[in-house]
């Protein structure tokens, strides 16, 4: 069974989310994340292997539901991308579900 403390760091291969402290790292070195940058991350890590859906994603992190076409999610991933992967084909952590949304392995 988790400690509590484990269920308040969430993780994906080097990268570690505190809830607690609000603070990410990746191979220990903390990344300066936005607030929504942080809680694309813990939405993403919190639904670890489901497909999340911009509208989805815009309802728990806005707080409002769009219909139609929005950019907001993309522009914020992409951000997030830009700080959490390298340029290494790899590593990759968010993965793009054309047509849909977005997840995390």
């Given at each position: 069974m988790n400690s509590p403390?484990?269920?308040?760091?969430?993780?994906?291969?080097?990268i570690k989310l505190d809830l607690i402290k609000h603070e990410a790292t990746k191979n220990?070195?903390?990344?300066?994340?936005?607030?929504?940058?942080?809680?694309?991350?813990?939405?993403l890590l919190q639904n670890k292997g489901k497909v999340l859906s911009r509208n989805f994603l815009l309802d728990k992190i806005w707080g409002y539901e769009f219909y139609g076409e929005t950019r907001t999610v993309d522009v914020h991933i992409r951000y997030?991308?830009?700080?959490?992967?390298?340029?290494?084909?790899?590593?990759?952590?968010?993965?793009?579900i054309r047509g849909i949304g977005y997840k995390i392995e």
């Amino acid at each position: 069974m988790n400690s509590p403390r484990e269920e308040e760091i969430l993780t994906v291969k080097d990268i570690k989310l505190d809830l607690i402290k609000h603070e990410a790292t990746k191979n220990g070195n903390k990344l300066d994340l936005t607030l929504k940058e942080f809680d694309l991350l813990k939405i993403l890590l919190q639904n670890k292997g489901k497909v999340l859906s911009r509208n989805f994603l815009l309802d728990k992190i806005w707080g409002y539901e769009f219909y139609g076409e929005t950019r907001t999610v993309d522009v914020h991933i992409r951000y997030l991308r830009k700080k959490i992967e390298s340029s290494d084909i790899n590593e990759k952590y968010i993965e793009t579900i054309r047509g849909i949304g977005y997840k995390i392995e």
